[in-house]
C-alpha cells in the first residue's frame, strides 16, 4: 500500500508539473493534438492531477 500511495504522490507531482510547463508553452505538453492551448492543458493534466491527488488521499484513510 505504501508503495501504491507514492506512485500516486509522484503521478500527481508529475502531473502538476506538466500544468505548470504547458502554462508556459502548451504545444511542449500536447504535442500529439492538432490545436494546443491553455485551457487543454489546464483540463487534460489538472483533472489528471487533482483524480491522482485524492486517490492518494484515499488511500491513506484505509
Known amino acids: 500500500m505504501f508503495y501504491i500511495r507514492n506512485l500516486l504522490l ?3 507531482l508529475s502531473c502538476f508539473l506538466g500544468l505548470v510547463i504547458g502554462l508556459i508553452k502548451p504545444w511542449i505538453m500536447l504535442w ?3 490545436t494546443q492551448n491553455r ?3 489546464i483540463k487534460l493534466y489538472g483533472t489528471l492531477g487533482l483524480l491522482f491527488l485524492v486517490a492518494y488521499y484515499l488511500l491513506g484513510l484505509i
Open 10 to 12: 509522484l503521478s500527481a
Open 32 to 34: 500529439w493534438e492538432d
Open 39 to 41: 485551457k487543454k492543458v
